[in-house]
């Protein structure tokens, strides 16, 4: 069955960084896109990244465009967030979906805290 | 804030229908697939609608969807305890930045 798993959240000051790793299983990994989507404590779904099966072609939201970077190891079937410079109005909860055309979203990890605070 | 407009809540009786809109543009909505996404409490969101009506496999009947225009709903039919959840409308924007976007989400409560 498909398994998306999410590590890497933790606690981190204003300014700092932090990988956010998703191991998937179940499926052939490099066949699909990929994407990361937060939630923020009490709100709603935001998309913010997403990245191509094998091409390095990749997409961000505006309001991570330029501090974070999306990447994958089809070779280890796994997802990479790089988040920099993060700000408070970053906590959430991150989660990784597996992405196709037409039936976006049909997998989804668990999700993985990540908390920004001085 | 939001791309795709809810309504923040809506509210009916076990047995009952229920519907919830979801409303775009042209950018969106307009020219684009509407999934809608069940998430309950505490969980991550699972995928109920996608291309607009169609039903991954083991969502029941009872979930459906359509679209007209810029706007989609989803109706919910018999409604039973286990459906009070947040659900959130999502489609593909084509604007300055293109990504993914979604609702705002709609909480729903079973009466």
């Known amino acids: 069955q498909v398994q998306l798993v999410e590590s890497g959240g933790g606690f981190v000051k204003p300014g700092g960084s932090l990988r956010l790793s998703c191991v998937a299983s179940g499926f052939s990994f490099s066949n699909y896109y990929m994407s990361w989507i937060r939630q923020a404590p009490g709100k709603g779904l935001e998309w913010i990244s997403f990245i191509s099966s094998t091409s390095p072609y990749t997409n961000y939201a505006d309001s991570v465009k330029g501090r974070f970077t999306i990447s994958r190891d089809n070779a280890k079937n796994s997802l990479y967030l790089q988040m920099n410079t993060l700000r408070a109005e970053d906590t959430a909860v991150y989660y990784c979906a597996r992405d196709r055309s037409g039936v976006p979203f049909d997998y989804w990890g668990r999700g993985t805290l990540v908390t920004v605070s001085s | 804030q939001f791309v795709l407009t809810q309504p923040p809540s809506v509210s009916a009786a076990p047995g009952q229908k229920v519907t919830i809109s979801c409303s775009g543009s042209?950018?969106?909505?307009?020219?684009?697939?509407v999934s809608w996404y069940q998430q309950l409490p505490g969980t991550a969101p699972k995928l109920l609608i996608y291309?607009?009506?169609q039903r991954p496999s083991g969502i029941p009947d009872r979930f459906s969807g359509s679209k007209s225009g810029t706007s989609a709903t989803l109706d919910i039919t018999g409604l039973q305890s286990g459906d009070e959840a947040d659900y959130y409308c999502g489609s593909w924007d084509t604007s300055l930045n293109a990504g993914r976007v979604f609702g705002g989400g709609t909480k729903l409560t079973v009466l």
């Open positions: 042209s950018s969106n909505i307009g020219n684009n697939y």
């Open positions: 291309e607009n009506n």
